[in-house]
């Protein structure tokens, strides 16, 4: 059965909602406006530094003033819009599905698997901080219609591109070699992922401004399933012989028209050595499922929808409740969503989404909670289709309410068991069930231990813990901090990449871990390297899967190729699953 587009019941109360909304619009516009103008990101004050600009506190007087008459005059017909708009909302189902069909041909990397007996699904999470343009220069990020563009069209560049296999003919090379764009032909330390036919075609590099400021990122044509991805890597429009990398060159054998980084041997997850991480400045090929949090304005939900949608066939956005809902439900007045958003390219068979009760403080403005997704895979085993859960959550955030985010976590266990106990079905092959988000608590911090304990983490696995309190050795920190965003060391893919992969540098950019109270922080143990706050998670878990199904981790990967557009570091997972 698939989902109703419209998250209404019928046509009448959808266009009495878009009348209601319509009203409530330009009020709420004006404000956001009026804050934003008041605000400024630390880039901004860079560049009126190195502009000599001094008008601006002129700027800030008469916008602020010419907001608040316009936010004055529009609040009457902001009020007449609230009395169809508040209503409606107990007949709106929580979340929004657009269905399409997609331009981009994809790789399947799924071919063959009856004689193999795999089959394998990659997901990533980010948090992308969108909310209105005056609350996310709060996080000193602004221009959020012009990131969330940004956005989406770098995550199409990344997952759209051939799952390359780098082939090393040198007998002295160890190791498993990462598919980074690090690989490929690049104009310099900000193209975005342009490829050297985007290079010699003239194209100028993209700076965070340039995107900020409403130039999109150049998307590289190097997507489509009909892309070689076994030894090399076709340039869009070229007509000079493929590039590819010889182990055996130096840097300047391999040709002078785009810098090109040496391969870096992977890192290896587990005990067995067999599943590489990547700290990579594209996004994984090949992925199945996003989720994004913090994607709470609107219009920026509807940017990244359409900018997806040449991928992903099948996208919840607009996810949450809004104004008053029924006793116990949620616990005050809600003026933002939850801001989960999710594409898959499988078609969603169900949906469900859960509302955390028990908010505080600014955290209770939105509404939190939980989404739970059946998708149909479209491979059958005999008389059984292959189906797999996903869910998504971002639980409460402020540092010292560990006691909350505990009931949150109890909560997101029980909503999961209960939606799978009602979903499932008989003929029903269930190849992953995967959980991710903003847990908003890392496994470092010694005033996180009480959800580091969660009973959770005995259920799913993390690919990088440890155990409780304790990361593994190759783990990194997830979440920026927000004054240094654009320092010229993570303000570019390739720069934040290396970053990442320096720990001293690590420190300086990364969020450390909280302290307990008043005790003072040691960290890290001796012997143990700094990894930072990991706040993204993305779990699995084999007990609820079809018998004799194995999940293992094919690779584990931080991505960078959002720098200067977010302050946390999106994660990509690929599993392996043995039938």
């Known amino acids: 059965m698939s989902l109703r587009e419209s998250p209404f019941p019928n046509g009448f109360a959808e266009a009495l909602h878009t009348l209601g909304w319509g009203l409530v619009f330009p009020c709420f516009w004006l404000l956001d406006r009026l804050i934003a103008v008041c605000i400024s990101t630390s880039l901004e004050r860079n560049r009126r530094r190195e502009e000599e600009c001094y008008l601006h506190p002129l700027k800030v007087f008469f916008g602020f003033l010419l907001f608040l008459l316009l936010f004055i005059v529009s609040t009457p017909f902001a009020f007449l819009g609230f009395l169809f708009w508040a209503p409606l909302q107990l007949a709106r189902r929580p979340f929004s599905y657009r269905h399409q069909v997609t331009t981009v041909e994809m790789e399947n990397r799924n071919v063959g698997w009856e004689e193999s007996g795999r089959v394998t699904f990659g997901f990533v999470t980010a948090n992308v901080c969108l909310l209105p343009d005056g609350l996310a220069r709060f996080n000193n990020l602004g221009h959020s219609q012009n990131r969330a563009m940004a956005i989406g069209q770098s995550i199409i560049q990344g997952v759209s591109r051939p799952h390359i296999r780098i082939l090393i003919d040198s007998p002295s090379s160890c190791g498993t070699l990462s ?18 036919a985007q290079v010699q075609g003239g194209t100028d590099e993209q700076t965070v401004e340039d995107v900020l400021d409403g130039e999109l990122p150049k998307a590289s044509n190097t997507g489509g399933a009909n892309a070689n991805a076994n030894t090399s890597v076709h340039t869009a429009g070229s007509q000079q012989q493929p590039a590819t990398w010889n182990s055996n060159q130096n840097s300047n054998q391999q040709g002078s028209r785009g810098r090109r980084n040496p391969p870096r041997a ?8 067999d599943s590489p991480l990547d700290v990579s400045t594209l996004f994984p090929a090949n992925v ?5 949090e913090e994607v709470f304005d609107k219009r920026a939900a509807a940017k990244l929808t359409e900018a997806l ?5 099948h996208i919840l956005y607009d996810v949450g409740v809004y104004a008053c809902q029924p006793c116990g439900t949620c616990s005050s007045f809600k003026f933002f969503n939850s801001g989960l958003f ?26 939190k909670g939980l989404l739970s997704v059946k998708v149909q895979i479209g491979l059958d085993k005999g008389e059984r289709r292959m189906v797999g859960y996903f869910n ?3 639980l409460h955030a402020p540092e010292e309410d ?24 008989q003929d029903d092959l269930v190849v992953f069930d995967v959980l991710c988000g903003d847990f908003n608590f ?41 004054p240094t965003l654009y320092d010229e060391n993570v303000k570019t893919p390739d720069n934040l990449q290396r970053t990442l992969e320096d720990e001293e540098l690590r420190k300086v950019y990364l969020a450390p871990p909280v302290s307990q109270g008043s005790a003072a922080l040691v960290y890290p143990e001796a012997g143990e390297p700094w990894v930072g706050r990991r706040i993204d998670y993305l779990l699995y878990r084999e007990s609820t899967l079809t018998d004799h199904c194995r999940t293992e981790v094919e690779e584990f990967t931080y991505v960078t190729q959002l720098a200067g557009l977010t302050d946390h570091i999106p994660v990509g997972l690929r599993l392996n699953v043995t039938l």
């Not at 992977?266 to 050595?273: D, I, Q, S, V, W």
């Open 179 to 196: 598919p980074s764009i690090s690989l490929l032909p690049q104009s310099g330390s900000m193209s975005y992922g342009a490829t050297d």
């Open 266 to 273: 992977l890192r290896t997850l587990g005990k067995a050595g």
């Open 288 to 292: 199945d499922i996003v989720c994004l």
């Open 309 to 313: 949608g040449s991928v992903f066939g």
């Open 342 to 367: 999710l594409a898959s390219r499988f078609p969603v068979l169900d949906a469900q989404y859960h509302c955390f009760p028990n908010g505080r403080g600014e955290d209770a403005l939105a509404a």
């Open 392 to 394: 998504c959550t971002h």
């Open 402 to 425: 560990g006691a909350i985010r505990c009931e949150q976590l109890d909560m997101v266990t029980q909503w999961i068991s209960e939606f799978q106990t009602t979903t499932r079905q």
């Open 442 to 482: 890392d496994n470092c911090s010694p005033d996180d231990r009480l959800e580091q304990n969660h009973c959770l983490f005995n259920d799913y696995r993390d690919p990088c813990r440890a155990g409780p309190g304790k990361e593994k050795p190759w783990v990194i920190g997830t979440l920026l901090q927000q």
